[in-house]
């Protein structure tokens, strides 16, 4: 059993949803109010944090425009839009084809998605059939959605004794982790509309390393981090640009410590590590 677990957030880490989710939450707030909202208006929320559920999220764009519209039917639309609309086809695998295999070298690897299982199942039947993730958590699986601690704990239970890290890309994802006790990986993509502030952002909250995007964890400074690839300064560089290294194995200890030796409890569809 591999005593390293990465625990990864699914979309804007594994899944570029900008045309799925984003674009759902665009179009019901059109249905129902005749307007229109800019992506970078949806990220603004998310950098606010408490918006890691986008049906609510585009429920309370509906109401700043001043649309009483019931939250479920909100939720409905966006649904319909997703997973019946053609939404969900849109989405892009991010992963490059040999990243897994190295990471798998050391490490297991969980999810903490705030998706639905629903929502979840097709995207990993469709993009990664071959690749194990246990545990993984869902909405489905957690009373409350990040950025409480609940799901990240759920794993922690299930994997008592492990290292953790978790690779996220929004500030709900940050302070979860941090509430958690669990070392943050934040993922801030070049495109993203509000790229600057979110990485000050999660700055502040204590992220280990901020990456450019996904495949960047095989690339590490020291033996212990995610992937070392053994490239020189000069190389990564050229490679990566200046995103921060991933410098994770020798922070965080005394807090993930403490998080496992916590009692949690775990949900009954949470299942264990392998």
């Given at each position: 059993?591999?005593?390293?677990?990465?625990?990864?957030?699914?979309?804007?880490?594994?899944?570029?949803?900008?045309?799925?989710?984003?674009?759902?939450?665009?179009?019901?707030?059109?249905?129902?109010?005749?307007?229109?909202?800019?992506?970078?208006?949806?990220?603004?929320?998310?950098?606010?944090?408490?918006?890691?559920?986008?049906?609510?999220?585009?429920?309370?764009?509906?109401?700043?425009?001043?649309?009483?519209?019931?939250?479920?039917?909100?939720?409905?639309?966006?649904?319909?839009?997703?997973?019946?609309?053609?939404?969900?086809?849109?989405?892009?695998?991010?992963?490059?084809?040999?990243?897994?295999p190295r990471l798998a070298e050391r490490f297991a690897f969980a999810l903490c998605t705030g998706r639905s299982r629903r929502e979840l199942q097709p995207t990993l039947d469709r993009f990664a059939p071959g690749l194990r993730f246990a545990p993984q958590?869902?909405?489905?699986?957690?009373?409350?959605?990040?950025?409480?601690?609940?799901?990240?704990?759920?794993?922690?239970?299930?994997?008592?004794?492990?290292?953790?890290?978790?690779?996220?890309?929004?500030?709900?994802?940050?302070?979860?982790?941090?509430?958690?006790?669990?070392?943050?990986?934040?993922?801030?993509?070049?495109?993203?509309?509000?790229?600057?502030?979110?990485?000050?952002?999660?700055?502040?909250?204590?992220?280990?390393?901020?990456?450019?995007?996904?495949?960047?964890?095989?690339?590490?400074?020291?033996?212990?981090?995610?992937?070392?690839?053994?490239?020189?300064?000069?190389?990564?560089?050229?490679?990566?640009?200046?995103?921060?290294?991933?410098?994770?194995?020798?922070?965080?200890?005394?807090?993930?410590?403490?998080?496992?030796?916590?009692?949690?409890?775990?949900?009954?569809?949470?299942?264990?590590?392998?």
């Open positions: 059993m591999k005593n390293d677990l990465l625990i990864f957030d699914v979309d804007g880490v594994l899944v570029d949803a900008e045309d799925s989710f984003t674009a759902a939450i665009v179009a019901a707030v059109r249905r129902f109010s005749g307007r229109t909202v800019s992506r970078a208006r949806i990220h603004g929320y998310k950098l606010a944090g408490g918006w890691n559920n986008d049906w609510a999220l585009a429920h309370r764009l509906l109401a700043d425009l001043g649309c009483d519209v019931p939250p479920a039917a909100v939720a409905e639309a966006c649904e319909r839009l997703y997973s019946d609309g053609g939404l969900a086809a849109r989405e892009r695998w991010l992963p490059a084809p040999g990243l897994f958590v869902c909405a489905d699986d957690v009373a409350r959605g990040k950025p409480d601690p609940e799901g990240l704990r759920l794993i922690q239970a299930a994997c008592p004794g492990r290292r953790c890290w978790f690779v996220g890309d929004t500030v709900d994802d940050a302070r979860a982790a941090r509430a958690a006790g669990v070392t943050f990986i934040g993922v801030v993509a070049p495109g993203h509309p509000h790229r600057a502030r979110l990485r000050l952002r999660l700055e502040q909250e204590r992220a280990a390393a901020l990456l450019d995007d996904v495949n960047q964890l095989a690339w590490r400074q020291g033996p212990s981090c995610p992937g070392n690839m053994g490239q020189d300064r000069r190389a990564r560089r050229a490679k990566f640009g200046t995103a921060r290294p991933c410098r994770v194995a020798t922070l965080g200890k005394g807090r993930e410590a403490a998080a496992r030796g916590r009692s949690r409890k775990r949900r009954g569809s949470v299942h264990g590590c392998t």
